[in-house]
């Protein structure tokens, strides 16, 4: 049995060393974060939308740094991050009906979302501050910052920063998905989420403490998804454009584009980023209070 | 909890500490030892199914020392038939209840007759099908006196819920592992390392093999619809080898964690995906419970003696109720149908007991027919399998009609095609490693043994790494609620 122990203690010195080494240079590492956007004075940030529909290289000097499936509170914490260290003065942001579904409360939760979500947050979380409203998985957390600190050295922990990103891809087939994802959670119809509702308002607070000019952005979907989303969600979104009616809005839901032009029933394609970004850059340009 | 959990990681050392400790103490004391802990393992699940096995451990401990008594045969028999209701009623009703509700309801729709019973919410007892034909050996055996049964109720207790093997087999005979429980148990090294390595090949299998392999075919099961007939081949094979690595990889971690704390378990799975024919995939697929069926069903019915009527309807028989104790759908029973038909002409023309030996036993290589023999039979194993993964039958149908289509030959439209094809290589890699310790208890038995044991360090680690790197989920073993 001893001698059994022994060996044991043996076989996992040497993993146990290689673990505390790279602990230790990625604790270094994360340490040491800091986000470069370069010369950036435009950001495009949100989730899967402006990633597909809004092309940075129509507009001058612009980064999309949308990453797919982002509610707002990681968009929030993203940009404070971002801000500590830079400075750009607009902002881009995706807003659309399903940002203020609640099934963006299970992203902590889910296991379909929750893991790259802790991915791409554990530099910049604040859980802290949500957790007594939303459910956070934290034994998948902590789980994923062991597979983040232990493996080998990983220089780079921002897995926050997104980018722009698209195919000419077409198909409008899987209509009935992309509708129960984000308006029907566990066979009921989805809510109101208070909490995206809240950091959407962070959001414009921050960009206003920051003297960054915000845009409200929501990409072309098409009919035969608009015609699904509840009322009770379309409602909500209208009420929050009045709200924010002071900011630049650029409400495309409703607009169709030919259906070549769609990824698929909610998301542009290549084709239709095109034709709907340099529309944003010529909109942009004739607003008055944006120059 | 699951093996590949960090409750079971702390789980496992602590109870390997305390057990070896009291091993100083009385017998009972280590038996009560790993009586507690069985419990403790199984209510991390849910508490309140303790209660279950708790009366199914009373009852058959109470017939078994009933029939120790009674010579009487009809007395015996009552006595039988009370541990068999009582096992099988439990089973029946926390795994059938709703499936035959809902078919009598479809049935008496068929007719223009709607009713609406209530189906109940009942949730399947972990474990359950495991555990109740392991007490059921027991009571069998000793009514057929191949088995003096027990006075001692502790050992039998752990007999019947001894954790490593508890809720996913292999379904122990009394005759086998109940002795264990008589005599003291003494640590021996080569068994605890034995253990040790068994237990990683079984980690390696369940979450680097099956875990990724299940990644594509939920997707592509679940999404049949939009995907092509090469996509769909390619999902029939990543379920082929997703149950072999999960189940067999849990049967590997069962029996590891046994041997730690001196117990040998019999082996479920040797090498099926080799075998050259049916009759020889059912002697080294799920074999506890194969023989199991074969013992207490198949032989009883009279097996394949007598007419071949007889034969036909023994078969028949053994293979659909193997295909209804792993789940309540159509699809099991269909899937069972489906190996009986495979099995019937081996059986017939009495070429079911070919092959007993492993393939390429004393060569490297397998020879051409063997090889064509074994693509065979992996074929119409890769094409049953379509039915037990399916949602229900139309789904079945649906999948199997999609692979024969003219997307036959087009690229998979599988999304991620990149990780698919490292899924692919690791399956190559695996495979080869089967191959090459195909001849021992589990393929890295012997693998590495006569290397530096440094070099044999760096191959574990490797695998260590890969359990690691691709953990992080924790996928249910497919027969984690059977």
Same mark, same amino acid.
């Given at each position: 049995?001893?001698?059994?122990?022994?060996?044991?203690?043996?076989?996992?010195?040497?993993?146990?060393?290689?673990?505390?080494?790279?602990?230790?240079?990625?604790?270094?590492?994360?340490?040491?974060?800091?986000?470069?956007?370069?010369?950036?004075?435009?950001?495009?940030?949100?989730?899967?939308?402006?990633?597909?529909?809004?092309?940075?290289?129509?507009?001058?000097?612009?980064?999309?740094?949308?990453?797919?499936?982002?509610?707002?509170?990681?968009?929030?914490?993203?940009?404070?991050?971002?801000?500590?260290?830079?400075?750009?003065?607009?902002?881009?942001?995706?807003?659309?009906?399903?940002?203020?579904?609640?099934?963006?409360?299970?992203?902590?939760?889910?296991?379909?979302?929750?893991?790259?979500?802790?991915?791409?947050?554990?530099?910049?979380?604040?859980?802290?501050?949500?957790?007594?409203?939303?459910?956070?998985?934290?034994?998948?957390?902590?789980?994923?910052?062991?597979?983040?600190?232990?493996?080998?050295?990983?220089?780079?922990?921002?897995?926050?920063?997104?980018?722009?990103?698209?195919?000419?891809?077409?198909?409008?087939?899987?209509?009935?998905?992309?509708?129960?994802?984000?308006?029907?959670?566990?066979?009921?119809?989805?809510?109101?989420?208070?909490?995206?509702?809240?950091?959407?308002?962070?959001?414009?607070?921050?960009?206003?403490?920051?003297?960054?000019?915000?845009?409200?952005?929501?990409?072309?979907?098409?009919?035969?998804?608009?015609?699904?989303?509840?009322?009770?969600?379309?409602?909500?979104?209208?009420?929050?454009?009045?709200?924010?009616?002071?900011?630049?809005?650029?409400?495309?839901?409703?607009?169709?584009?030919?259906?070549?032009?769609?990824?698929?029933?909610?998301?542009?394609?290549?084709?239709?980023?095109?034709?709907?970004?340099?529309?944003?850059?010529?909109?942009?340009?004739?607003?008055?209070?944006?120059? | 909890?699951?093996?590949?959990?960090?409750?079971?990681?702390?789980?496992?050392?602590?109870?390997?500490? /305390? #057990?070896?400790?009291?091993?100083?103490?009385?017998?009972?004391?280590?038996?009560?030892?790993? &009586?507690?802990?069985?419990? *403790?393992? +199984?209510?991390?699940?849910?508490?309140?199914?303790?209660? &279950?096995?708790?009366?199914?451990?009373?009852?058959?401990?109470?017939?078994?020392?009933?029939?120790?008594?009674?010579?009487?045969?009809?007395?015996?028999?009552?006595?039988?038939?009370?541990?068999?209701?009582?096992?099988? =009623?439990?089973?029946?009703?926390?795994?059938?209840?709703?499936?035959?509700?809902?078919?009598?309801?479809?049935?008496?729709?068929?007719?223009?007759?709607?009713?609406?019973?209530?189906?109940?919410?009942?949730?399947?007892?972990?474990?359950?099908?495991?555990?109740?034909?392991?007490?059921?050996?027991?009571?069998?055996?000793?009514?057929?006196?191949?088995?003096?049964?027990?006075?001692?109720?502790?050992?039998?207790?752990?007999?019947?819920?001894?954790?490593?093997?508890?809720?996913?087999?292999?379904?122990?005979?009394?005759?086998?592992?109940?002795?264990?429980?008589?005599?003291?148990?003494? @640590?021996?090294?080569?068994? %605890?390392?034995?253990?040790?390595?068994?237990?990683?090949?079984?980690?390696?299998?369940?979450?680097?093999?099956?875990?990724?392999?299940?990644?594509?075919?939920?997707? /592509?099961?679940?999404?049949?619809?939009?995907?092509? =007939?090469?996509?769909? /081949?390619? =999902?029939?094979? @990543?379920?082929?080898?997703? /149950?072999? =690595?999960?189940?067999?990889?849990?049967?590997?971690?069962?029996?590891?964690?046994?041997?730690?704390?001196?117990?040998?378990?019999?082996?479920?799975?040797?090498?099926?995906?080799?075998?050259?024919?049916?009759?020889?995939?059912?002697?080294?697929?799920?074999?506890?419970?194969?023989?199991?069926?074969?013992? +207490?069903?198949?032989?009883?019915?009279?097996?394949?003696?007598?007419?071949?009527?007889?034969?036909?309807?023994?078969?028949?028989?053994?293979?659909?109720?193997?295909?209804?104790?792993?789940?309540?759908?159509?699809?099991?029973?269909?899937?069972?149908?489906?190996?009986?038909? #495979?099995?019937?002409?081996?059986?017939?023309?009495?070429?079911?007991?070919?092959?007993?030996?492993?393939?390429?036993?004393?060569?490297?290589?397998?020879?051409?027919?063997?090889?064509?023999?074994?693509?065979?039979?992996?074929?119409?194993?890769?094409?049953?399998?379509?039915?037990?993964?399916?949602?229900?039958?139309?789904?079945?149908?649906?999948?199997?009609?999609?692979?024969?289509?003219?997307?036959?030959?087009?690229?998979?439209?599988?999304?991620?095609?990149?990780?698919?094809?490292?899924? *692919?290589? &690791?399956?190559?890699?695996?495979?080869?490693?089967?191959?090459?310790?195909?001849?021992?208890?589990?393929? *890295?038995?012997?693998?590495?043994?006569?290397? #530096?044991?440094?070099?044999?360090?760096?191959?574990?680690?490797?695998?260590?790494? %890969?359990?690691?790197?691709?953990?992080?989920?924790?996928?249910?073993?497919?027969?984690?609620?059977?």
């Amino acid at each position: 049995m001893k001698l059994f122990i022994r060996r044991l203690f043996v076989f996992f010195v040497f993993p146990i060393i290689y673990i505390i080494i790279n602990s230790i240079i990625n604790y270094y590492y994360f340490q040491n974060i800091k986000v470069n956007i370069g010369t950036k004075n435009m950001l495009i940030a949100g989730d899967s939308h402006p990633k597909r529909a809004i092309n940075p290289v129509y507009f001058k000097n612009a980064k999309n740094i949308s990453q797919y499936a982002e509610p707002y509170v990681l968009t929030y914490w993203k940009l404070k991050e971002i801000l500590k260290y830079n400075k750009f003065d607009t902002l881009l942001l995706g807003f659309s009906p399903h940002n203020i579904s609640n099934f963006n409360d299970y992203k902590f939760y889910d296991p379909k979302w929750s893991g790259e979500m802790f991915k791409r947050s554990y530099p910049i979380e604040e859980f802290n501050k949500i957790d007594n409203q939303i459910e956070i998985d934290y034994k998948k957390y902590y789980n994923i910052i062991m597979r983040q600190f232990i493996f080998y050295p990983i220089k780079n922990h921002n897995n926050f920063i997104g980018s722009y990103s698209n195919s000419k891809k077409s198909s409008l087939d899987n209509l009935k998905g992309a509708v129960k994802r984000h308006y029907f959670w566990k066979n009921n119809t989805a809510s109101i989420s208070k909490i995206s509702v809240s950091y959407l308002d962070s959001i414009i607070n921050l960009c206003g403490r920051n003297k960054i000019k915000i845009i409200l952005v929501s990409s072309p979907v098409h009919e035969s998804y608009l015609n699904k989303i509840p009322l009770k969600i379309l409602s909500k979104y209208k009420s929050l454009k009045n709200i924010y009616n002071n900011h630049i809005i650029i409400d495309q839901l409703k607009t169709q584009y030919p259906d070549t032009f769609y990824r698929n029933p909610d998301h542009l394609n290549k084709y239709g980023a095109n034709k709907f970004s340099k529309y944003l850059y010529n909109t942009l340009n004739k607003k008055k209070d944006y120059n | 909890m699951l093996f590949n959990s960090i409750d079971f990681a702390i789980f496992l050392p602590i109870v390997f500490i /305390i #057990y070896w400790y009291l091993n100083s103490k009385k017998l009972y004391i280590q038996n009560l030892f790993v &009586l507690i802990a069985s419990y *403790i393992f +199984y209510g991390w699940w849910d508490w309140r199914f303790l209660s &279950l096995i708790i009366f199914s451990t009373i009852v058959d401990f109470y017939v078994g020392k009933k029939l120790k008594l009674e010579e009487n045969k009809t007395k015996r028999k009552i006595l039988l038939l009370t541990s068999v209701l009582i096992n099988l =009623g439990f089973l029946g009703f926390f795994k059938y209840y709703n499936f035959f509700v809902d078919n009598f309801v479809a049935a008496f729709s068929f007719f223009g007759h709607e009713i609406n019973p209530n189906s109940l919410n009942i949730v399947l007892p972990v474990g359950i099908s495991f555990y109740t034909f392991q007490t059921l050996s027991y009571t069998i055996d000793v009514y057929k006196k191949n088995l003096k049964p027990t006075d001692n109720f502790i050992a039998f207790s752990a007999f019947v819920s001894f954790f490593p093997q508890l809720v996913a087999g292999p379904i122990e005979r009394a005759t086998n592992l109940l002795p264990q429980f008589y005599k003291k148990r003494s @640590f021996d090294y080569q068994k %605890a390392v034995d253990g040790l390595r068994q237990i990683l090949w079984g980690l390696f299998k369940k979450i680097v093999i099956a875990d990724n392999c299940a990644l594509f075919a939920n997707q /592509i099961f679940n999404n049949s619809s939009d995907m092509n =007939g090469s996509a769909l /081949i390619l =999902g029939a094979i @990543f379920f082929t080898f997703q /149950i072999y =690595g999960d189940f067999s990889g849990y049967s590997d971690i069962a029996i590891g964690t046994s041997r730690l704390f001196g117990f040998d378990l019999m082996k479920n799975f040797a090498f099926p995906y080799f075998s050259r024919n049916i009759a020889e995939f059912w002697r080294r697929w799920h074999i506890s419970l194969s023989t199991w069926f074969r013992d +207490y069903v198949y032989i009883p019915l009279g097996g394949s003696r007598g007419n071949n009527f007889k034969k036909v309807r023994n078969t028949f028989i053994i293979f659909i109720v193997s295909g209804f104790w792993h789940g309540a759908n159509w699809t099991f029973i269909i899937w069972g149908l489906l190996n009986a038909i #495979y099995f019937l002409p081996l059986l017939l023309t009495k070429n079911n007991r070919n092959f007993l030996d492993i393939v390429a036993k004393d060569s490297r290589f397998p020879s051409l027919y063997e090889f064509t023999l074994m693509f065979l039979t992996f074929g119409l194993t890769v094409f049953a399998w379509i039915f037990f993964r399916a949602e229900n039958v139309r789904h079945a149908f649906s999948y199997i009609s999609g692979i024969f289509s003219k997307t036959l030959f087009d690229i998979p439209n599988i999304l991620n095609i990149k990780s698919a094809l490292v899924s *692919i290589i &690791l399956i190559v890699l695996f495979i080869i490693l089967e191959w090459l310790g195909r001849r021992e208890e589990f393929a *890295i038995a012997k693998i590495g043994l006569k290397w #530096y044991r440094p070099v044999r360090y760096v191959f574990y680690y490797l695998m260590i790494f %890969a359990i690691f790197w691709y953990g992080g989920k924790e996928q249910e073993f497919i027969y984690f609620q059977f």
